[in-house]
């Protein structure tokens, strides 16, 4: 039966829940099964480096509230309940049971990058999750801290990713402009490693460069990087997609 019911977990994603036992089913897999959940970070992934930032938030935060959701409905125990699906879905579990850190390492990465795409959607987002063109100011601070927050705890756990440090000092600016020194000798370092394989982190680098030579080589390997609307992804002015 497992064997059946794997081909049709995508497929599931995309109906429409027209009972409770359904909702369960859509939020577990959701969060859940480790190829979907890969295959759903590495898509956010596709869309930031497109410069699509709007289109990729969008994306992370209905993994992240699917992740949310499974693991309440975990603790409560509802997912088994003698129901045949419970069964079935138990079984199609087994990857995310028998590898753990896996899963825990599939989490973990749409939640960095659920909190660089708050930071580069401007904390636009209202209290119920959803982008919006513009939110109260103190909405738009309490999102980009919490995003700062959440990214400085996972560098405490992995100091040595430069993602990460990256991330952190793009986030730092976007909560206090008085990071600004702080962050851009940190992308300087990055950069000069040749450590930095997100375009928009070239962007936030362009934008604190003091120099303009610098800065334009900054915009260019973003320019490099994005495939289609380059000009446009890569400009200073232009954060969001």
């Known amino acids: 039966m497992t064997r059946i ?3 049709l977990l995508a497929l ?36 930031m480096a497109a410069g699509q930032s709007r289109q990729a938030f969008r994306l992370a935060n209905e993994l992240l509230a699917g992740v949310s959701n499974a693991h309440a409905l975990d603790r409560r125990g509802d997912w ?22 896996r899963a825990a390492s599939v989490e973990a990465r749409a939640a960095m990058l659920h909190a ?35 990214l400085v705890a996972q ?15 793009e986030a730092a600016v976007a909560v206090d402009a008085s990071a600004a020194a702080d962050s851009l000798a940190t992308l300087r370092d990055l950069a000069q490693r040749d450590l930095i394989g997100d375009p928009l982190t070239w962007l936030a680098l362009a934008a604190l460069e003091e120099d303009a030579e610098a800065r334009d080589a900054h915009l260019e390997r973003c320019r ?10 890569c400009a200073v002015s232009s954060r969001q997609s």
């Open 5 to 7: 019911l794997l081909p």
């Open 12 to 47: 599931v994603l995309l109906s429409t829940p027209a009972a409770p036992a359904d909702a369960c089913l859509n939020e577990y897999i959701r969060a859940y099964v480790l190829p979907v959940a890969v295959r759903r970070v590495e898509r956010v992934e596709r869309l």
């Open 224 to 233: 490099n990087m994005v495939s289609r609307r380059a000009n446009q992804v």
């Open 80 to 101: 088994v309940d003698g129901d045949e699906w419970a069964t079935e879905l138990e079984d199609a579990f087994l990857p995310n049971t028998q590898h753990p850190e």
């Open 116 to 150: 660089i795409l708050m930071v580069r959607v401007d904390g636009q987002v209202s209290r119920r999750g959803r982008l919006a063109r513009r939110v109260h100011v103190s909405v738009r601070t309490a999102n980009l801290r919490a995003a700062h927050e959440a």
């Open 155 to 169: 560098q405490r756990t992995s100091p040595d990713d430069p993602r990460l440090s990256a991330y952190v000092a």
